[in-house]
């Protein structure tokens, strides 16, 4: 759905003389940037708090709300826009002054063109390079070729040619797989074999969020749209700019929610709530399921244009029991991974037990059979994983393996929910400081949260 054409940036000029913004008005549309001018302080933020900019340039010396009452005016804004004073000679002391309060530079009059340029320029770059640090350690420890993606079974090196030949497209992509299998890594696989590999890799839950809010976390919003809508906030299409959106479970959402998505496929452009301005995007984007989405449009429950928008290109993951030939180098794979992790020496696995793991049918795919040999390499004493490491030795090796299934998903949630609960208090409650401590995403934040029945009264002290 992405355009070759990235999406200008767009900046706001305050001044009360007409020929000044006049001025920039023609020096800024000439370099590409969408201009907006306004008169006065009070004009300027009043259009701040119901849109989106990513500059701001206002004159210092102003009739009402000048420009240095806008510049604290505008920290209370988020995201927010880098701002640059205009000043004449005698009031470069007072710009100065503006820059230690966050003002990011200052231009005096009368201007130079090749210095607006250059200053703007830096501005913006400072400013969407801040945009990038929240997703910048994903970028770097997302694997950008196919390593962490375990496979040589014909299935999967089917799937690696596949990759390779749809990554460099802007194609839109449907990956669907049974649940453990691996689609956000897949995802992730595409965008870091495409030309969009620097730009970020923003996924959302479409599953775990209600569709008031996916739609707020997609979109965006203005202050005031809604209760709760304090301030302006940018959508995960916005934050996806030049990159890969992943619209993970696409399967569980409303069809009202799907027909303004369509709109956004086929516009290349989204409305914020609240908002009766519409944002060009350019974002290349990635849908994932574990349902068999014709099913859906059979019965009605999903939009049968929607489905054949998605699905350009439909990437099917096999499960685990599809390729069995690589649960070898799968339990060797985690064996490393977590002794590693845990400063242990290298243990080794018998022929013998590595044959109940190829023949156990392995429902939770790969995330489960990861989940049973960290703990199997976490209980181990000796240097090789024995059966009754993996299984209770006291039961037939059926019901065994049910019940080393059934322990160690609950071992884990019961870990799991704890660890949430410690850092939503920690954050006092905000769950886009929780998710950082946690080092997820908000979306998958907000999956653990429902799935856990976690609610704000039962973590922060009464």
């Not at 710009?95 to 990011?104: D, H, L, P, R, S």
């Not at 054949?308 to 799968?330: F, G, N, Q, T």
């Not at 322990?407 to 950082?436: C, L, P, Y």
């Amino acid at each position: 759905m992405a355009t070759n054409k990235p999406v200008s940036d767009r900046i706001l000029v305050v001044d009360d003389e007409v020929n000044m913004r006049a001025l920039f008005k023609k020096i800024l549309s000439k370099e590409g940037y969408q201009v907006e001018t306004v008169s006065s302080g009070d004009e300027a933020f009043k259009l701040l708090e119901k849109d989106r900019f990513d500059l701001v340039i206002s004159d210092l010396k102003m009739p009402g709300m000048d420009g240095f009452e806008l510049l604290k005016k505008v920290k209370e804004i988020s995201p927010q826009p880098p701002f640059i004073l205009l000043t004449a000679y005698g009031t470069v002391d007072s710009a100065v002054a503006a820059m230690k309060q966050g003002a990011f530079d200052y231009l005096t009059k009368p201007l130079n063109n090749d210095e607006v340029r250059m200053v703007i320029r830096k501005a913006l770059d400072l400013y969407h390079l801040t945009q990038e640090v929240e997703q910048l350690r994903e970028r770097v420890e997302a694997d950008k070729d196919f390593k962490e993606i375990i496979g040589r079974a014909p299935k999967m090196r089917s799937l690696f040619r596949l990759i390779k030949m749809v990554s460099y497209s802007n194609t839109t992509i449907l990956i669907n797989g049974e649940s453990g299998t691996g689609k956000e890594l897949i995802a992730r696989a595409i965008h870091y074999n495409s030309p969009r590999k620097d730009r970020p890799f923003v996924t959302v839950d479409c599953g775990a969020l209600p569709e008031t809010l996916l739609e707020s976390e997609l979109f965006g919003h203005v202050k005031g749209s809604f209760t709760g809508a304090i301030n302006n906030k940018k959508g995960l299409f916005e934050e996806a700019s030049g990159g890969t959106l992943l619209l993970d479970e696409i399967g569980d959402t409303t069809l009202a929610f799907q027909s303004k998505l369509l709109r956004v496929l086929q516009e290349n452009e989204i409305r914020p709530v609240g908002s009766n301005k519409n944002i060009k995007v350019d974002a290349r984007v990635v849908a994932a399921t574990n349902k068999d989405l014709r099913e859906l449009v059979k019965k009605k429950v999903f939009r049968e244009d929607l489905y054949y928008r998605l699905a350009v290109v439909p990437v099917m993951i096999p499960s685990l029991k599809e390729r069995k030939e690589d649960i070898p180098l799968l339990v060797d794979h985690f064996i490393k991974k977590y002794c590693e992790q845990n400063h242990l020496s290298l243990k080794q696995i018998s022929p013998q037990v590595m044959k109940i793991m190829i023949d156990y049918p392995w429902h939770g795919n790969v995330r489960e059979l990861e989940n049973v040999i960290e703990r199997a390499v976490l209980i181990s004493q000796g240097p090789e994983i024995k059966l009754d490491t993996l299984f209770n030795d006291q039961a037939p090796e059926e019901e065994a393996l049910h019940s080393l299934q059934e322990t160690t998903h609950v071992a884990v949630q019961m870990v799991e929910r704890e660890e949430i609960a410690v850092a939503m208090k920690k954050a006092n409650g905000n769950r886009t400081q929780a998710a950082r401590l946690l080092g997820i995403s908000r979306a998958t934040l907000y999956n653990k949260i429902r799935r856990y029945g976690l609610t704000l009264d039962s973590v922060l002290p009464g």
